[in-house]
């Protein structure tokens, strides 16, 4: 009987390791969740000098996440804007905010106390995957540098942009190309039960638009503190080579 019990106890540790090894896989191999964000365009514009900037807000749901991307793409269809380096949307800013606002000037000034610190515009944080560029395609797409988005040139925090073609003058934003996009990889968990504002800002309001979507992985199977598998583990290492110094005994 005594035999028994103990082989029965691990077995059962057994078997629960390994259901844990199975809802650890489950939950890396889970899909990413894509939500889709509309886009209302506010009132007036806003910008540097000159400042032609619309501006375009969106709202996300109350959300809980770590880890999450906001994707930006063009989706002019090569319609609007203005050419070479300046082929596609023309992103001036983006910001996430719990505040929600109806104009251009009113998103400009949403003070930094209101925002949300999550973007690093760093191309570690910051993915472009750069759309064509209509010709001239010299020199490369406005903002840009070696395929990456300059933010020495581009500063998205602000909606600032120079809206101007003159080499001399034209600051503050950086163009997609044609079907470009660009994935903002968030630097920090957000937790809300209340809604958020995504603002975004196009340099020209010269019909150029963009679709954008979150990209949140899964929830996570709830997993057990790393202490507690390694606790449940030594147990059943203690517990089997109990079994087995039994056995030797005999
Ligand atoms: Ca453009
Ligand atoms: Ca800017
Ligand atoms: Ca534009």
Redesign the pocket.
Known sequence: MKKLSSFSSVNFLTSSIATLAISLISSQSATAATIALGFTKLTGLTGGSPATTAVFRAEIKPISFDKASIVIKDV?NRK???VGG?????LDGIKLSYRSVDSATAARNIPTSDLLDVFDFTPAGTLFTPGSQRPPTEPELFGTKDGNVNNAVATLGKFDANSTTDPKKVFGFF??GDNGQVEFKLKSPVSTNIPLYLYIG???D?G?VAAGEVIVPDPPTPVPEPSGLAGLSLAGIYLAVRYRKKNKSK
């Open positions: 002019s609007g804007g203005y300046f082929s596609g949307f023309d163009s997609l196009e340099v020209g010269n150029e």
